[in-house]
């Protein structure tokens, strides 16, 4: 095993973790659009983490074409996007045929080890929980909250 600070994953036999602590849950393209001016402002790089079971009302090309429009917004933000797909391998699998690099399932050991396998032959991964999260639904002002995170995150090349 090894970290990889290049690519910004911790590699293992059959997960592709991101190691980026500053994760942001993301609920629209307006938190989208602002965690990635924070992660572009700050040159942070952040995991921006669709809500709990997204994948079931959202739907992998929803997300995928959300993260897209907001990176557009801020080409140089460094960033994984991940679509959280709550119990559902299908829906897992959905969201990696419809070009999502990283997905979310809450499953036991054993589903999350052959969705991984299947993740890493695509070049995905499956995220796993890891560090402090900031929720942005309820914040009135997105931009300032994602500011305010992104600016006192640790420095993923501080290692």
């Known amino acids: ?93 959905g969201a990696l045929r419809h070009g999502i690099t990283g997905v979310r399932i809450s499953n036991g050991q054993e589903i999350r080890d052959k969705l991984a396998d299947i993740a890493g032959q695509r070049g995905a991964f499956v995220y796993q929980d890891g560090g402090e999260t900031i929720d942005l639904l309820d914040m009135l002002d997105p931009l300032a909250a994602c500011r305010s995170w992104v600016k006192h995150a640790p420095d993923p090349d501080d290692d």
Do not use: N, Q, W
């Not at 600070?5 to 293992?12: D, M, T």
């Not at 959300?66 to 991940?82: G, S």
């Open 1 to 93: 095993m090894r970290i990889s600070k290049a690519l910004g994953i911790y590699r293992s036999p059959l997960y592709l973790y991101p190691v980026m602590s500053t994760t942001i849950i993301i609920h629209s393209l307006e938190h989208a659009t602002a965690a990635l001016a924070a992660a572009a402002e700050f040159d942070c790089p952040v995991t921006l983490l669709s809500a709990p079971g997204a994948a079931a009302y959202l739907g992998a090309t929803v997300f995928r074409d959300l993260i897209a429009a907001a990176a557009v917004a801020h080409p140089k933000a460094r960033y994984r996007a991940v679509l959280d797909c709550g119990d559902d391998p299908g829906l897992a699998l």
